[in-house]
Antibody
Framework: QVQLVQSGAEVKKPGASVKVSCKAS????????ISWVRQAPGQSLEWMGW????????DYAQKFQGRITMTTDTSTSTGYMELRSLRSDDTAVYYC?????????????WGQGTMVTVSS | EIVMTQSPATLSVSPGERATLSCRAS??????LAWYQQKPGQTPRLLMY???TRATGIPARFSGSGSGTEFTLTIGSLQSEDFAVYYC?????????FGQGTKVEIK
């Protein structure tokens, strides 16, 4: 079955970087773009950006421009999201998500989430 | 960016009753609107996309309507498993944006 499995929880100090992975299985990895969405505790969902595993093209939300990088490794069907210069308000659950059986832009498959805690 | 506004913030409903949730976009998103359900400690679950198309496995008691800037998610007869937070999302323009959520709680 289609599955996205993310890396484990992270604790980082302010100013550090974090890199979250998202390993895909059960479908052709290069056929669907991967989006990253985060959710701060008790808050709504926030779209961070998108990457095409086929072309490597990316699109980042302006809010994260300059401190976010999304990449993929097609040899291992894994996507990565790196966020730099972490602040306390970056504390959140980070999700990777794709849309397979739906309109482009909606997400029917989600990773289990990775909790990133930023604290001194 | 497009701002999505959901109302009400909290909806208290008795099991078996109908629930109506609203979502408004700050500018037209055509029918490029999705709804998600999220229970505590769980990942979001896609309910609807294209404003009114149910995702795979979603029961028929869930229905969506609207286009442009006004959208509605209706739950026909609330079951115990439907008490959760619901988010709308527009994917007509980047950045894709979500509403702040409507919590459906037991009355």
């Amino acid at each position: 079955q289609v599955q996205l499995v993310q890396s484990g929880a992270e604790v980082k100090k302010p100013g550090a970087s974090v890199k979250v992975s998202c390993k895909a299985s059960g479908y052709t990895f290069t056929a669907y773009g991967i989006s990253w969405v985060r959710q701060a505790p008790g808050q709504s969902l926030e779209w961070m950006g998108w990457i095409s595993p086929y072309s490597g093209d990316t699109d980042y939300a302006q809010k994260f421009q300059g401190r976010i990088t999304m990449t993929t490794d097609t040899s291992t069907s894994t996507g990565y999201m790196e966020l730099r210069s972490l602040r306390s308000d970056d504390t959140a659950v980070y999700y990777c998500a794709i849309g397979i059986a739906v309109a482009a832009g909606a997400f029917d498959i989600w990773g289990q989430g990775t909790m990133v805690t930023v604290s001194s | 960016e497009i701002v999505m506004t959901q109302s009400p913030a909290t909806l208290s409903v008795s099991p078996g009753e109908r629930a109506t949730l609203s979502c408004r976009a700050s500018q037209s998103v055509s029918s490029n609107l999705a709804w998600y359900q999220q229970k505590p400690g769980q990942t979001p679950r896609l309910l609807m996309y294209g404003s009114s198309t149910r995702a795979t496995g979603i029961p028929a008691r869930f229905s969506g309507s609207g286009s442009g800037t006004e959208f509605t998610l209706t739950i026909g007869s609330l079951q115990s498993e439907d008490f959760a937070v619901y988010y709308c999302q527009q994917y007509n323009n980047w950045p894709e944006t979500f509403g702040q959520g409507t919590k459906v709680e037991i009355k």
